[in-house]
């Protein structure tokens, strides 16, 4: 399979691809199907799937590789495909790598195991990732400390840049960040290698982090659409209206980026949308109330009226 | 002292107040002075001092008496105080919270020690507490699990309302949060004695909290106006002018509200409007770089244009 | 089958077993016959699997299922097996349950979800996890926030005794829990279901949790036989004699009690004593170096010589 | 005054100070001479004061002034003192340290702030106090993350070393934690300045420490003359003699040992020996129960019996 290959040019969106089941709670591959064509039509130049919002760690070893398949099937190299692959061991870590590789992903992103307190600890960690997983294998970086409770400072990551040419793409999800990512482009802008970096974190500080040198976005805001055309107006120089698209979503962005309910509230979000069948999140996760239902109703209200008023 | 005393019918907007220090470090009593006149020509309702984003942990002892008696000779009872009285110790926090009463403070503020495990202990704790300071102390629970690492549970926080008529107000500052404000007010509408609810967490989430019956903000914004003004437009029936005025200062609210930096910046917006004479934070803590003032300067801009358009 | 049900009589030693690994990493099922074997003959009255220091987390799904079933046929019901089963997802921790009771294990050993800041959201979970593994499955329920962080108070755990008679078990193993254990055995006297309380974190307090009303242990020392010989000599009335052989070990039970390294010293004694082919851990994992092998010898000759001496 | 500065040949056992508080909770000025001439007369090095057994967290300003001054009086430069400055803010710490200083201390003993995530952070947070230190302050920098949740590398802590001579001491109580020491001691033998290493944890692996390359203790177990018996027998090349003194108490140390009620375990062996009048430990803490007391009364009468048999 003539595949893409993730590398330091990536940009744009790569979507943080929800995970559908069935209101029996199974994997829904029909709504797989109808969500990844949702995406693509909203204009994502990627998808990343197996993420943390896609609830990996909540699927079994064959419905992983069901929907993984699945994905890869439908997006048929029209985007390239990176699939998360941290785990506890690297046995695993390895072993879904490959599998991925093999199935047409364009690369996969590794988050630090968890609680690794000195960056001393992290640097090894990360040389047996990269070594096992080898040269041929892209690597986006997930440094998300708030999950991980794994944080790693610039110089950190930039040995890891200069010692490891797999190593294209930071998914920068620090919180708060902003200095970092500026501290990040310094160096390449002193000459090291510049990967690809794109923002996480619900997106909620996308027009400053942009401002600060990201390419981009991957996460997983209901409305994707919103994200493409605020990095394609920012990277054509017209930031007053990228960021006032951006600000007319703020308020449902912040909602959705509240830690747990922030998830099932994605998810009904897509769900009205059509884009998936059901909202159903696995347990352990939570449920949205009648209140919660009404209160995001009249978010999207007021989000479409400040899209009318523009 | 005919003292106010801070009761459950508190609401509007508590300002957490700054805590001014000049060039060289040291404690700016000239800026008190002024800057509890720029809270009180917003309208605030009350004023809280000695709270985390006060820098608290960071006065000698004689430093937190002079402040607290300056803010409290100025205020002269215009509106209640606050004060923030957490303390790693019983018998401190006591003594603080005695010499603040009979300065004339309203009440007191106190968080749970870090780490308390599970709720038996976080009930334990606070049973100490009431019992020390007595009845005849107002008290305000700060829920602020975030920095405690200390959570408690609806079932808990009404417990404590059952058995300390001195618990008169939540500062409800767990983070998310909404589900749990809704179930504190469904309590009271059960028929368990009403607390004063006051969101913290920099107002993010204020429109969605008062529309599930929070009593306003406590909260140290860097525009206590616009929190004054949201609170009064929605008290008053007025939901949506409410949330387009809020929605105006979102993109600042947002960015002020990164943990740590946050105080840099929030201190910089009161030194450029004036209420303090310099953004002086105290070591260990954050310093703004020229990006970072570039940044605050357009995203000022942006809600002054915001703000024309209305 | 005839199998063997977890009940609440269980005591004596339930040995944590090791999974052994060969020197390419892969599952060794030979050694594993070998360690079972071991494990028996030092007289333990029953075996643990897929625990934390089972390294469960880093085997594949099929080296699982591979692992439980050789276990379980070379076992052949002549002491009962109790399955870990703890999972991020309920769905997985279900299939796994149903899987490990239909192969014949004795019951599963269930630890909360991580970071479950309230009783009120620990009591949900386990109240979901109870409800779907349904009355026929036997529970331990393990206590261990140090990993966890999720911690339980004593009233929270009698509740879930009261609620649901398939708890028949808890691995007592919260850091400090010497008055938590006193605390369970109240409640037992005072008419709540007495549950089985075997303890971990290496045996470490054994003597001391005996005395307050332990029924056992539940821990992977590599010195099984001296656990089982301190529980019988206590039962027996002997509780000098018990304490001695204990202390004779104590330098020993302590150096394996570190977490982190403690599990591959814990497996280099297994090699040592020929239970297993080799001391593999899987990464990420700690390594020994030389002086830890020689510090490990050392202690080991003293523990030897104590022996001795009695 | 002609006082002892502390420096790089420090050795022996620099004894954690308890801070005796009377039965109604204030300060024991009495008590703290008579605790103070106990030490001594165990033979002790050393004394730290103010550190985090020493409840220095829970004593009001003018209180650690008044116990500062009694200990540095009743000891009258027979031992250096260190002590704890670590506070939340600099200006606080270095406040401290002065008064500390300039009355009489040998040094100041620092813990890096809560929740450094990156050993860059820890590195700038160093730079600020030994850089508002001075060069005249001896420093022995407390590397206990199991409290401050934040660990330094030994590449990081050697940085430290090279770059400020007044870094003269290690306090080492990462836990686990001996290959840690290992490496310290490598980068001595490699050329770097040799700093004193003293190790905490209660001495819970004293011996394995001393064989590693420490050069004693720096902890507060109620028994000082052991830890000063078995440092001085292990140095004088008589290794055996001093592990089986140290295993003859390894009972009551691993007890003493246990987080939050080991202080007061400790604080009532040290009221039975005669050294303090009262066990009270300031609130929020532990009390001990009957059960507490009779368990601590039968570990005391072991410890007697195996020395007796020595």
């Known amino acids: ?99 991925a590789m093999s199935a047409g992903a364009a690369g996969v992103m590794v988050a630090p195991a968890t609680g690794l307190g000195t960056e001393a600890k992290l640097l090894a960690y990360f040389r047996q990732v990269f070594e096992g997983l080898g040269e041929s294998v892209p690597v986006c970086y997930q440094d998300y400390p708030f999950v991980t409770r794994s944080e790693i400072s610039v110089a950190t990551f930039n040995q890891l840049v200069t010692d490891y040419p797999q190593l294209v793409m930071l998914k920068h999800e620090e919180w708060p960040g902003l200095s970092k990512l500026s501290a990040v482009r310094k160096a390449a802008r002193d000459g090291l290698r510049r990967v690809a970096v794109l923002v996480g974190n619900g997106g909620l500080y996308l027009p400053q982090e942009l401002a600060r040198g990201a390419d981009g976005a ?30 007319a979503y703020l308020p449902l962005v912040r909602h959705e ?54």
Request: aromatic share 6%; charged share 25%.
């Open 218 to 247: 991957m996460t997983g805001f209901a409305y994707p659409e919103m994200l493409v055309e605020v990095v394609r107006l920012w990277r054509q120089g017209e930031q007053d209206r990228a960021e006032d698209l951006f600000d």
């Open 1 to 99: 399979m003539a595949t893409q290959r993730l590398n330091e040019q990536a940009e744009g969106v790569f979507i943080i691809s929800a995970t559908p089941f069935a209101a029996d709670g199974s994997l829904d591959l029909q709504s797989t199907d109808r969500l990844i064509e949702f995406y693509l039509e909203q204009g994502v130049s990627g998808i990343t799937v197996l993420g943390m919002m896609g609830e990996a760690h909540k699927l079994a070893a064959d419905e992983s590789a069901a929907f993984l398949t699945r994905v890869l099937q439908r997006v048929a190299d029209r985007v390239p495909v990176v699939v998360g692959v941290s785990n506890a061991g690297l046995d695993n870590l390895f072993s879904l790598a490959h599998t």
């Open 257 to 310: 980026q509240q830690p747990g309910v922030g998830l099932a509230l994605r998810k009904e979000v897509l769900r009205r949308r059509g884009a998936i069948a059901t909202a159903q999140v696995r347990a352990p996760g939570p449920q949205l109330t009648a209140t919660d239902h009404d209160e995001l109703t009249r978010l999207i209200s007021r989000v479409e009226k400040n899209l009318e008023a523009m």
